[in-house]
């Protein structure tokens, strides 16, 4: 039999999730992470699942990896020195941006500084109309002359990012030849080829962090894929990408933009799965891991998707999944301010040294520390035992804080849980304003290897009524980029009025588009079954500034039904603003595709209910609201659907804890997810 298998790497552990082809089975790992050797926790954990399930790597057929290699070379400023050519005339496009104020609440906040420095900014000497006419071609005097500053001043990259390229990309591909007879080892990005869309300055800071990380992102995916190969994984990796889906790891080479939230993606895609095996219409996605907490919105088991979405200081406009990230994980450090003062995060321990509780060197307090001193985490090893806790060690770290804070060490540990919580909330909270979303209509969907143990507590100030475990909560993200199609997104401005004169050129827009998806999808991913194309439009009424995004059936703009179109893009304007107005022109200003192809699914077993109460393997003592009380132990694996169990309690498994509070109640579905739901009198 063969697998497939997918991968995430995390801030401590590393996921394994793998699918039996002919069985529809599902197996899951954790090692740890190694984030100073690259590739290492892959053969590693290669070698423990033929260890552990006896597959070889040499039965692997499909293999899909998520990392945040991209998104960690941003926030840390680790990627190469960069240079940007401009327009001429156009140099402070990164330093004007939008005009906007970073903090409109503090008056002394600052705009990050540029991944390309002002004084490596050049501008050359060409032009392209907004009708995409060369008014000026490319000239090759001004370009040597940036190459050859550009050179001097230490640059690595170059990113070229010229007026209305989006239309016509001419001068952008002349300037590329010209820096590859001048610099052939020069990395070069084109602002044309990362996102082809109007707004110069979007379109510029997409194309920047796109060519800052590119290098890093190839090296990293290089050394990996001769790893795989070394190991004897015969099949051609695959990477999971920021807007869910999937794609073949040497693209992500050339295309680094694409995965820049590629774990982060795959997580919600799993746990958009599990929303929709359930049936729960709202669903809020909740990832936590050793470094940071990931939160979304998931209705009727699909995921928001959006642009601008921020990584580290800067935004992304090109389409992925709305992930917000909170700095509190597992390994988020507790420490004492000069004000005597309580914080958590964002600081971590990671993998190396990690929480002070693993025995690995840990000597910070952090989160992990705090649930194991309170009683929750002292029952068993973590990581399919690839940890053993260390509890003394534990006390030692929390008592530190404790003695700062003039508290015993139980007390001081469920502060550092409740600080850590009430972040959590103040965040969670903005993302339901944004979405004009009411929490108490939503379940609560924990994962990663903090997330069940952190529901409860979260819940509860929430006001979230329920709460879904999926059957391996601590290996979701894996499982995310198992089954994720693969997928990609597609662009053209248009600036096409909704009126008989423009429904030629909306046409002949959409079926290039057609053209370049099906060609990627079967050419370029080698994908064989039956592409899916989805449509839509950023429009907005003629005059106004910016545009919504309106999905489109592939039929209106075929049989040229433009009062269908016209009635979609009414209907949504007022949803988000609450007025349309349905004599006024509307205009399309750029026309989207998604091409997709589905990946094979695990086989969904469902059970009889049993209908019985289950019966706890052990007794323990945990702290928290300020007592001790007794909770019952129960084993994941042991427990049936059907069986349930009231709080406080404790439900072990190999890659993560769950933890019920007093007031909640617990019982196993037929698809084996635990539904976690609160006391009436709890409320």
Partial sequence: MTYRVGVDIGGTFTDFCVLGETSGDIKTLKVLSQPDKPGAEVIEGLKELERRYGIPPADISY????????????????????????????????????????????????????????????????????????????????????????????????????????????????????????????SITLSSEVWP?????????????????????????????????????????????????????????????????????????????????????????????????????????????????????????????????????????????????????????????????????????????????????????LGYGAVTLDLNRAHEVVGEVAGKLGMGVEAAAEAIIKVSVSGMFLEISKLFSRHGADPRHFALLPFGGAGPMTACLLARDLGLERIIVPPTPGVLAAFGGLVADIRNDFIRTAFVDLDKAGLTSLKGHAADLAQQARTWLTEEQKFKGHARLQYSADMRYRGQSYEIEVPLQEAWIETGNLQAVGNAFHAEHERVYEHADAKAPVQIVNLRLVVSGASPQPKVKRAELMRRAATPVAETRVFYDGAHVSAGIYDRDKLVPGERFAGPAIVRQSDCTTCLVGGFRATVDEFSNLIITRDASAS
Avoid at 89 to 102: I, N, Q, S, T
Avoid at 247 to 270: D, F, H, N, W, Y
Avoid at 282 to 305: C, E, N, Q, R, Y
Wanted: net charge neutral; aromatic share 6%.
């Fill in 63 to 186: 293999f899909t990896h998520g990392t945040t290699v991209g998104v960690n070379t941003v926030i840390q400023r680790r990627g190469v020195p960069l240079a940007l050519f401009t327009t001429e005339g156009f140099e402070d496009v990164l330093e004007v941006a939008r005009l906007k104020m970073p903090d409109p609440y503090d008056l002394f906040s600052r705009r990050p500084e540029s991944l390309s420095p002002r004084e490596r900014v050049f501008g050359i000497r060409e032009r392209v109309l907004a009708d995409g006419k060369i008014d000026t071609p490319a000239d090759a005097e001004s370009v040597i002359r940036a190459i050859d500053r550009a050179q001097a001043d230490g640059a690595q990259a170059i990113v070229v990012a010229f007026l209305h390229s989006y239309v016509n990309a001419a001068n952008e591909r002349r300037v590329r030849d010209l820096i590859r007879e001048r610099s052939p080892e020069m």
């Fill in 197 to 381: 869309v109007i707004r110069e300055y979007e379109r510029t800071v997409t194309a920047t962090v796109a060519g800052y990380v590119q290098a890093r992102v190839a090296n990293y995916l290089s050394t990996w894929q001769a790893a795989l190969k070394e190991a004897g994984v015969a099949c051609e990796p695959m990477i999971t990408k920021s807007n869910g889906g999937v794609m073949r790891a040497e693209l992500g080479k050339t295309a680094p933009i694409q995965m820049l939230l590629s774990g982060t993606a795959s997580g919600v895609i799993g746990a958009s799965r599990i929303a929709a095996q359930t049936g729960v219409s709202s669903v809020l996605s909740f990832d936590v891991g050793g470094t940071s907490a990931d939160v979304a919105i998931i209705h009727d088991g699909k995921p928001a998707f959006g642009t601008g979405e921020r990584v580290g200081d800067f935004q992304i406009h090109i389409p992925t999944v709305s992930v917000s990230s909170i700095g509190a994980g597992g390994g988020s450090i507790a420490r004492v301010d000069e004000f005597n003062v309580l914080k958590v995060g964002p600081e971590s321990a990671g993998s190396n040294p990690g929480p002070a509780c693993y025995g690995r060197g840990g000597a910070n307090a952090t989160i992990t520390d705090a649930y194991a001193v309170c009683g929750f985490l002292g029952s068993g090893d």
